[in-house]
Antibody
Framework: QVQLKESGPGLVQPSETLSLTCTVS????????VNWVRQPPGKGLEWMGT???????DYNSALKSRLSISRDTSKSQVFLKMNSLQTEDTAIYLC???????WGQGTLVTVSS | DIQMTQSPSFLSASVGDRVTINCKAS??????LNWYQQKLGEAPKRLIY???NLQTGIPSRFSGSGSGTDYTLTISSLQPEDFATYFC?????????FGSGTKLEIK
């Protein structure tokens, strides 16, 4: 069945770079895109960006200068990198398959010194 | 950016009640509106896609309606497992945007 699972460091220092991995199973990254979404504590969801099945990307303009999404199709993994992290980037980060029919459970990232 | 205004933020109801949750878009989203249920620590679950299409495996007590800027999720008869948080997603245009969520609690 379709599964997505986020992984990465739970704690990141301010000004450093966040690296997250979304490992998928049950489908091919060359057939479906993957989205990254985040939810700060007590706040709503924010779409961050999408990597499409052809490898092209779209980013939220609010994050575009700091954000990069890439993939390794052979490993069924999608990567998120975001630099210059601040405390307001503390959030649960989730990945979801192209049409948002399937989601991972999310991973909590805390930005703190 | 399209703003999605979801209401109410909190809803207290009893088993068997009929409830409605609303999402209002700041502009026409052409029925590209999905509804999700999320429980603590679990992945969000898609209930309805493109306004009124029931996701496979979702009970028929869930339904969606709307057009233009106004959309509604209806649960016809609440069951104990329905107490959760619900949110909407517009995928008409980038950036994709979400409603702020409705927490449905047991009265």
């Amino acid at each position: 069945q379709v599964q997505l699972k986020e992984s990465g460091p739970g704690l990141v220092q301010p000004s450093e770079t966040l690296s997250l991995t979304c490992t998928v199973s049950g489908f091919s990254l060359t057939s479906y895109g993957v989205n990254w979404v985040r939810q700060p504590p007590g706040k709503g969801l924010e779409w961050m960006g999408t990597i499409w099945n052809d490898g092209s990307t779209d980013y939220n303009s609010a994050l575009k200068s700091r954000l990069s999404i890439s993939r390794d199709t052979s490993k069924s993994q999608v990567f998120l990198k975001m630099n210059s992290l601040q405390t307001e980037d503390t959030a649960i980060y989730l990945c979801a398959r192209g049409s948002f029919a399937y989601w991972g459970q999310g991973t909590l990232v805390t930005v703190s010194s | 950016d399209i703003q999605m205004t979801q209401s109410p933020s909190f809803l207290s109801a009893s088993v068997g009640d009929r409830v409605t949750i609303n999402c209002k878009a700041s502009q026409n989203i052409n029925k590209y509106l999905n509804w999700y249920q999320q429980k603590l620590g679990e992945a969000p679950k898609r209930l309805i896609y493109n306004t009124n299409n029931l996701q496979t495996g979702i009970p028929s007590r869930f339904s969606g309606s709307g057009s233009g800027t106004d959309y509604t999720l209806t649960i016809s008869s609440l069951q104990p497992e329905d107490f959760a948080t619900y949110f909407c997603l517009q995928h008409n245009s980038f950036p994709l945007t979400f409603g702020s969520g409705t927490k449905l609690e047991i009265k």
